[in-house]
């Protein structure tokens, strides 16, 4: 696929190819993919398991484990990420990039009260601040991603809060430090329907209120179109289709963008006939 350029883009991915050792060299994970995503715009990726959107992420944050090779440009806000060093990255990652994952319960650590958790956020990236100004902006991160009671319940611990409201939690990690970037990596799939529309609302206002960019990844193409302006459908490590989120969903042009959509339920879907499949 040709390399999308745009000089004013606030993440510039051009040409990007994730390959593993462990796994066959004529199929890596991603196979040379090119987006752009501006400031304050929400991107979605989207695809099945195994379609390499999750390993696009973490190339992007440089998490990938020491047995990938990653090939290709990504460029945030000028600056060449693949080159930087590891010292320069940490500054980036978490300030300036930030990521909230799938499952709460095991990117939060159970042992540690979840107010010393966002706490760690913050010194990590502002180490000379006061402890009574690191208080106050973990306790205005969880009054934002509306937390009940957050003087009382920061000394509590991540078993104590529901699903959602440990999803909320997490937000509220990512976005302490006001990144321009969050990454979202199926943020609610792991949630019942209405305690997803709950965090998909709370995204949305978020990104509204700090003009927040937002690469949202998921297999499911109608939370993607949801929150997205515009979206990419990966399939074994490439992007097939890229459009803007409404007309994708509604006029898709890739065989494999239909079928990802005809495998969605809806409240006319035929309980005679087989779901679609890839």
């Not at 999750?54 to 945030?76: C, K, M």
């Not at 706490?119 to 990590?124: C, F, G, P, Y």
């Not at 006001?178 to 209405?194: G, M, N, S, Y």
Request: charged share 25%; proline share 5%.
């Amino acid at each position: 696929m040709q390399a999308e350029k745009n000089s004013e883009a606030l993440l510039q991915v051009r040409d990007l190819q994730v390959r593993f050792a462990t796994a066959a060299a004529e199929s890596p994970a991603v196979a040379g993919i090119s987006f752009h995503l501006q400031a304050g715009e929400a991107f979605g990726l989207v695809g099945e398991s195994g379609s390499g959107k999750s390993a696009t992420s973490l190339a992007i944050l440089r998490l990938l484990p020491s047995d990938a090779q990653v090939d290709g440009e990504i460029n945030f806000s000028g600056r060449k990420l693949l080159s930087l060093e590891e010292k320069e990255m940490r500054a980036v990652r978490g300030r300036e990039i930030a990521m909230i994952f799938q499952e709460p319960m095991t990117a939060l650590n159970p042992a540690m009260h979840v107010g010393a958790q966002i706490a760690e956020a913050v010194r990590a990236h502002h180490p000379g601040l006061h402890r009574s100004e690191v208080r106050e902006r973990v306790h205005a991160a969880m009054d934002e991603v509306a937390l009940p009671d957050p003087v009382r319940r920061v000394n509590d611990y991540p078993h104590q809060f529901s699903g959602g409201q440990r999803q909320r939690i997490l937000i509220a990690m990512a976005l302490v430090n006001r990144p321009r970037l969050l990454i979202a990596d199926e943020p609610t799939t792991a949630l019942d329907v209405t305690v997803q529309a709950q965090i998909l609302e709370l995204l949305l206002q978020l990104r509204k209120r700090h003009n927040l960019a937002m690469l949202f990844i998921s297999h499911d193409l109608a939370v993607v179109s949801r929150v997205t302006e515009r979206v990419a459908v990966m399939h074994r490590g490439k992007i097939v289709e890229t459009g803007d989120s409404p007309k994708i969903f509604r006029v898709a042009q890739h065989p494999y963008t239909r079928g990802l959509i005809a495998a969605v339920p809806t409240l006319h879907t035929d309980r005679t006939q087989r779901l679609a499949v890839q």
